[in-house]
């Protein structure tokens, strides 16, 4: 195996275990709280780690799973790996976040991954796109929903600045994969929403037990 193919072996596979760090769950041991995977959708993000835990530990989890996707892109970055190697590095990232080794190919959506991942790659997209993932769940009340439309809303403020030559088409590969990886893992999400069955978020809804 030659030196460049075993660094980019060495950095997606690193990304993926970095990806895979069970954020949620660490949280809940380390500080006494409850373990996300008992309460609501049994994932491990940020969301679920409110309903389990409270805003203050919710939100710690979520800024350590947007490290997740950023550091692996910035530390490939740092090391000269080329554009397609650090987008294919913030995939891992992200798949590691949804299918963790740790967990038995549990875990979360991968979406604060995919948003760190994005703010190392473009954080253009990030500041397009934010205000569509932030509006739909302030007006709906939906994570899921909000996460969807976000991620869709990424993917194609990506296509838009790769059309107008504003950042490389290579980056696609990452914005594609990444928005395909997100509507993959809310695949239960989708059918609850059709169904009328989704659960909106709500800063009171934290269970108890």
Same mark, same amino acid.
């Given at each position: 195996?030659? $030196?460049?193919?075993?660094?980019? *072996?060495?950095?997606?596979?690193?990304?993926?275990?970095?990806?895979?760090?069970?954020? $949620?769950?660490?949280?809940?041991?380390?500080?006494?709280?409850?373990?996300?995977?008992?309460?609501?959708?049994?994932?491990?993000? &940020?969301? #679920?780690?409110?309903?389990?835990?409270?805003?203050?530990?919710?939100?710690?989890?979520?800024?350590?799973?947007?490290?997740? $996707?950023? *550091?692996? *892109?910035?530390?490939?970055?740092?090391?000269?790996?080329?554009?397609?190697?650090? +987008?294919?590095?913030?995939?891992?990232?992200? *798949?590691?976040?949804?299918?963790?080794?740790?967990?038995?190919?549990?875990? $979360?959506?991968?979406?604060?991954?995919? /948003?760190?991942?994005?703010?190392?790659?473009?954080?253009?997209?990030? @500041? /397009?796109?934010?205000?569509?993932?932030?509006?739909?769940?302030?007006?709906?009340?939906?994570?899921?929903?909000?996460?969807?439309?976000?991620?869709?809303?990424?993917?194609?403020?990506?296509? +838009?600045?790769?059309?107008?030559?504003? /950042?490389?088409?290579?980056?696609?590969?990452?914005?594609?994969?990444?928005?395909? @990886?997100?509507?993959?893992?809310?695949?239960? #999400? /989708?059918?609850?929403?059709?169904?009328?069955?989704?659960?909106?978020?709500?800063? #009171?809804?934290?269970?108890? &037990?």
């Amino acid at each position: 195996m030659d $030196g460049e193919l075993l660094r980019a *072996v060495f950095l997606v596979g690193g990304a993926y275990l970095v990806g895979s760090v069970p954020t $949620g769950v660490l949280m809940a041991r380390l500080t006494g709280g409850r373990d996300p995977r008992t309460v609501g959708s049994g994932r491990t993000g &940020g969301t #679920n780690a409110f309903r389990a835990m409270g805003a203050a530990r919710g939100l710690a989890v979520g800024l350590l799973d947007v490290g997740k $996707g950023a *550091v692996p *892109v910035l530390v490939a970055r740092w090391l000269g790996a080329s554009e397609f190697l650090q +987008a294919l590095v913030g995939v891992a990232a992200v *798949v590691g976040s949804w299918r963790s080794v740790f967990l038995g190919f549990h875990g $979360g959506r991968g979406v604060a991954s995919g /948003i760190g991942a994005m703010l190392a790659i473009a954080p253009l997209v990030v @500041i /397009i796109s934010g205000p569509v993932f932030l509006g739909v769940i302030a007006l709906s009340r939906y994570v899921s929903l909000g996460s969807l439309l976000g991620s869709a809303a990424a993917a194609a403020t990506m296509l +838009a600045l790769v059309a107008f030559g504003v /950042i490389e088409p290579v980056w696609l590969v990452f914005g594609i994969s990444a928005a395909i @990886i997100v509507w993959l893992a809310h695949a239960d #999400n /989708i059918d609850r929403l059709l169904h009328g069955r989704e659960r909106k978020f709500s800063f #009171n809804d934290r269970e108890r &037990g």
